[in-house]
């Protein structure tokens, strides 16, 4: 049980670690302080929920309409690109742009409703938490323990990202850092839109 257990945190961490648009989204609401454990919250919650529906079979409905996966990658990679799009906007306009955001901040639906689009958009997640994560689960001797160690490693994640992305964000108020910063989210969120367009849904 142990050993289902740790392999499913080993393997889960691994995976989510490699900053993608989720993580990358969370990190820019926890900068600013917007409600993101909430964001955070639901991050955690969508990924248990899509190893469980792995582990229950749903993987194989999903790649019996191969149409589904190539809707998700299109309109992944709009939303994808305006993401981009909007970090980039604010890394040109910078601070002055951020203090306004600051006086005129999102509502807690308005956040949550982004996440879910980020999460579920993205269709590299569903082939990592429907396909890939559930079929080294099937091979363990306990899979929901297995499922139970993922689950384990997206909420140690994802809680890291929001408390130290909010730990760092007095820290960097500096005009120039958070340019920076967005201009950085910018560049990754268009590399994983390229990435989409240009080698489809192949491995990251």
Not at 8 to 35: K, P, T, W
Not at 166 to 175: D, E, V
Not at 179 to 191: K, P, T
Request: charge should be positive.
């Amino acid at each position: 049980m142990l050993q289902s257990y740790l392999t499913g945190l080993v393997v889960c961490g691994g995976i989510i670690m490699a900053i993608g648009a989720q993580n990358a989204y969370l990190l820019g609401q926890a900068f600013r302080r917007e409600h993101h454990w909430w964001s955070a919250i639901l991050c955690m919650s969508t990924d248990a929920l899509l190893f469980i529906a792995g582990m229950l079979g749903l993987s194989a409905a999903l790649m019996a309409v191969p149409s589904a996966l190539e809707i998700l990658r299109w309109t992944g990679v709009a939303f994808l690109l305006w993401l981009s799009f909007t970090a980039f906007m604010r890394s040109v306009q910078g601070r002055s742009s951020l203090t306004a955001q600051v006086e005129t901040r999102r509502s807690l639906g308005g956040v949550l409703l982004t996440t879910l689009a980020v999460t579920l958009l993205n269709p590299q997640v569903y082939l990592d938490t429907l396909l890939l994560i559930p079929s080294i689960g099937v091979q363990q001797s306990e899979p929901m323990v297995f499922v139970a160690g993922a689950t384990s490693a997206s909420i140690l994640w994802f809680a890291l990202l929001a408390w130290g992305g909010s730990a760092l964000g007095p820290m960097l108020s500096k005009p120039l850092a958070w340019r920076v910063i967005d201009g950085a989210i910018s560049l990754m969120m268009l590399i994983i839109a390229l990435h989409l367009i240009f080698n489809g849904l192949g491995q990251r």
